[in-house]
């Protein structure tokens, strides 16, 4: 029987490593080769899965750009295919014109704006309390908070409607909002990952004198940073998709967003819907979606699944507890230059 | 441990008080919804326009501002006020117009709005939701004289009593009709009757369940995928009325599925699929969307839908083809649902209710407003303009009606098929849960069509009376 010589490894007692050769029989060297073989077919079964489950995700969005440059005698035949006979880019500038989008854009980019703009205003202290700071009630106030969270917002709506139109707050930017500024997805995302922050760093700063509002805004918030990117984004594209919830909330059209809009491009009724400019409505309501997504969607896998670059939540402690206390020591030199401004 | 303890009382308390509240129930007892004509003493609004100062009211409307419907909506609202500034400019009225989106919307945020005081003075409502509304509208027939509501026709004043109360202006009216390729349905060298032949002559009418049948065969190539009708499943009302039974009684609280009646109706709305008259419509789940555009491409020959499709249809089939140099696709017509032994057009829709918490003046406003809309120039400037039928027989005598009856006559034949009301005395019921119970209704029938068309029909039809029948029993109050 021909032997073949390979290399192994093996612990001496010594503890010192040394090569030791060994020998395979056809056997072993045959259940190698299956082995190797299995691994390559389950390789690229799982390349076969992915490009499969892939397909799944990214043949609606195909479809329905097809849907959206389809003529309407082809739209409304409802082919589940990809083949475009013709192309029709006016359907784009009709549904424009049909939707109003000129009109209703520019209410979708003031909402996402006001709600993007404010909410950080409210949320990031709210977490930055129940993750750090001991008052009372707090653990009841939280559980409260998640109980809102459970709750779907369908099932609250005719008392939250009840209570905004009895304060006067329907149909304007105030009530519209309000919600949305102390989201408690927002306030739990960000106690969470406020939590994850060691402690080593907080004290130090506290030892330096250092306020809660310095640690939270100094310390904390840069250290959650991607975090910060993922919310943003999550936030943007909830209330950019925001239907339900503005359609209640507003009387007139001069609040209402692109959502309604697009919906009432379907027609009620029964009517045969016009397709092709439901399908470009949708098209051009996704583009600022999907643009943020691809700019930001690295800071956002990293937040969601983490990654190598990430310096927080059961990273790299060391680096942490340095860049937090570099933080620090830049913080209390720019306040130590200007005390001295200030005295001079 | 106090705190908990407190909490638990709370919510015991609470708990007590829903119970308490939802043991008090409507102690009036009603056999049905009354007879417009003899339940009311007529003692209707001033007429006149008695208002100091310039008066502003809302109105909701349930369809979107984009939409035909919503957009022509906004249209006339302005014509009114532009109308009342310059008739009346020192006590005009103004209508601020207010586009839902959707009746369900609407619904949540009456529900809210009519407790808080906020609700608008008028609103658009499905005929399903005119029951939740009862006690908070007025009377139309305070509104409109005896004779303008005789000038109503008579199904969709039916659809408008609940509880003996006319609750409704019917404004946003539909019927289910037959709508007919006649070039592919007379290709088959069989009759193919027009409306006016069957209105000529009911009883002795060859528009049958047997013969439309034998028609949808006779032009059916299933092989070729050309079907004689397409329906996203049986049509309910019809399957009863036309043999002269209801489904429900006329409050909506009890069913009358299971029976001969209803046995007789699932064997036939089954046999159309098993012997190739229509495509089984449980095997594709865009199925009704499918039907209507294989309805307007030619491959099948008459299509159940609603009369608001109808101009959509027409504009498609006939007036784009025309205005671009080109022949129209085919001929198009509708007709009623065949008889068995009786004719029936369901006829559905929405209206316009007035709400009674608001003050006089405003009431007086809404209603100067619903009557400007009821005028028959008005009316039939609306339906022409959205495919909601006319609701009055003034409104298909003007000039705005005519002139468009020349160009598309299909909603004129639509209306036409309006005196196929209930027989025997029936009349359509109203009821809180009779939407849910029809919503149901509809998804369970199609247990006909599952397993290829080979489930027991006595055992679908208990299926379907035992859910109908739990819906109506959870949500009558």
């Known amino acids: 029987m021909e032997l073949e010589k390979v290399f192994d490894v093996t612990v001496e007692e010594d503890h010192s490593y040394a090569p030791v050769i060994t020998t395979l029989t056809d056997r072993q060297k045959r259940i190698i080769k299956i082995r190797k073989r299995i691994k390559y077919c389950l390789k690229i079964i799982n390349y076969l899965l992915l490009i499969g489950v892939g397909l799944t995700f990214v043949y609606p969005f195909v479809w329905m750009f097809v849907m959206s440059v389809r003529s309407y005698d082809e739209s409304i035949l409802f082919s589940g295919g990809l083949w475009v006979n013709e192309w029709h880019w006016e359907n784009y500038v009709e549904a424009w014109n049909r939707a109003q989008f000129s009109k209703y854009l520019g209410n979708s980019i003031t909402y996402a704006a006001l709600v993007l703009g404010l909410q950080y205003f409210f949320i990031v202290p709210a977490a930055y309390a129940f993750a750090r700071m001991e008052f009372k009630g707090k653990g009841f106030l939280f559980q409260l908070k998640q109980l809102g969270m459970m709750l779907p917002g369908e099932a609250t709506l005719i008392p939250v409607y009840f209570f905004y139109s009895k304060l006067g707050l329907v149909d304007t930017w105030t009530g519209l909002v309000l919600p949305s500024l102390f989201s408690m997805f927002g306030i739990y995302m960000f106690t969470n990952n406020f939590k994850t922050i060691p402690q080593d760093i907080i004290e130090s700063a506290l030892i330096d004198k250092a306020k809660n509002r310095q640690i939270m805004l100094r310390i904390m918030v840069p250290m959650i940073f991607p975090v910060f990117v993922t919310h943003f984004l999550l936030t943007f594209i909830s209330n950019w998709n925001s239907y339900y919830w503005v359609l209640v909330m507003t009387n007139s059209e001069k609040l209402k967003t692109l959502p309604v809009a697009v919906k009432g491009l379907l027609k009620a009724d029964g009517i045969l819907p016009p397709w092709h400019l439901v399908m470009a409505g949708n098209i051009m309501q996704l583009a600022p979606i999907l643009i943020m997504y691809i700019l930001g969607n690295q800071q956002m896998k990293r937040a969601m699944i983490g990654g190598r670059k990430i310096k927080f939540a059961g990273g790299d402690k060391e680096s942490l507890i340095k860049r937090g206390v570099k933080a620090l020591v830049r913080k209390l030199n720019r306040t130590s230059k200007e005390v001295i401004f200030k005295e001079r | ?477």
């Open chain 2, 1 to 477: 441990m106090r705190l908990k303890r407190k909490y638990l009382l709370i919510f015991l308390v609470s708990l007590s008080l829903f119970a308490l509240v939802s043991c008090g129930g409507d102690d009036e007892e009603y056999e049905g919804n009354g007879e417009i004509y003899v339940d009311k003493k007529w003692d209707i609004y001033p007429t006149t326009h008695d208002f100091t100062k310039p008066v502003e009211i809302n109105f909701w409307s349930a369809n979107s501002a984009v939409d035909i419907h919503g957009s022509t909506m906004a249209d006339m609202v302005e014509m009114f006020n532009e109308y009342q500034r310059k008739t009346y400019p020192d006590s005009y009225i103004k209508v601020n117009p207010s586009f839902q989106g959707g009746y369900i919307v609407q619904n949540t945020k009456l529900q809210a709005a009519i407790p808080a005081g906020t609700n608008p003075e008028l609103a658009m409502v499905g005929v399903s939701s005119f029951s939740i509304y009862v006690d908070n509208v007025i009377d139309q027939r305070q509104i409109f004289t005896y004779d303008q509501i005789r000038d109503i026709y008579e199904g969709f004043l039916q659809f408008a009593m609940y509880r003996n109360k006319f609750v409704a202006y019917p404004y946003f009216a539909a019927t289910n009709l037959l709508v007919v390729n006649r070039t592919m349905m007379e290709a088959t060298g069989m009759h193919v009757p027009t409306p006016d032949e069957i209105l000529a002559d009911r009883e002795n009418s060859i528009w049958t369940w047997d013969y439309a049948k034998q028609l949808w065969k006779a032009a059916s190539k299933p092989e070729e995928g050309i079907y004689g009708l397409a329906s996203g499943g049986p049509a309910l009302y019809e399957a009863y009325y036309t043999q002269g039974v209801p489904i429900y009684n006329e409050t909506a609280t009890e069913q009358y599925i299971n029976n001969e009646y209803g046995k007789r109706a699932f064997e036939y709305w089954r046999s159309l699929v098993v012997e190739g008259c229509m495509l089984n419509p449980v095997l594709d789940p865009n199925h009704g969307t499918k039907i209507q555009g294989a309805f307007s491409t030619g491959t099948v020959g008459m299509y159940f839908a609603s009369s608001s499709s109808l101009k959509t249809i027409f504009e498609n089939v006939y007036e784009n083809q025309v205005a671009s140099g080109n022949e129209p696709l085919f001929e198009l017509d509708v007709l009623p649902h065949p008889r068995n032994p009786y004719f029936y057009s369901n006829q559905s829709g929405g209206g316009i209710i007035v709400f009674n918490n608001k003050s006089d003046v405003k009431i007086r406003a809404a209603v100067e407003f619903l009557r400007w809309l009821q005028a028959p120039e008005q009316s039939a400037y609306y339906s022409t303009r959205t495919g909601y039928l006319a609701t009055t027989r003034s409104a298909t005598q003007t000039k705005t009606w005519t002139d468009y009856a020349q160009i598309n006559p299909l909603l004129d034949r639509a209306i036409s098929l309006m005196v196929l009301t209930p027989v025997n005395g029936l009349k359509i019921p109203i009821g809180r849960a009779k939407a849910l119970a029809d919503d149901d209704f509809s998804k369970y029938i199609k247990g006909i069509y599952y397993d290829d068309c080979t489930r027991n029909i006595d055992e679908v039809l208990r299926e379907c009376a035992e859910r109908v029948a739990y819906i109506l029993e959870s949500n009558s109050w």
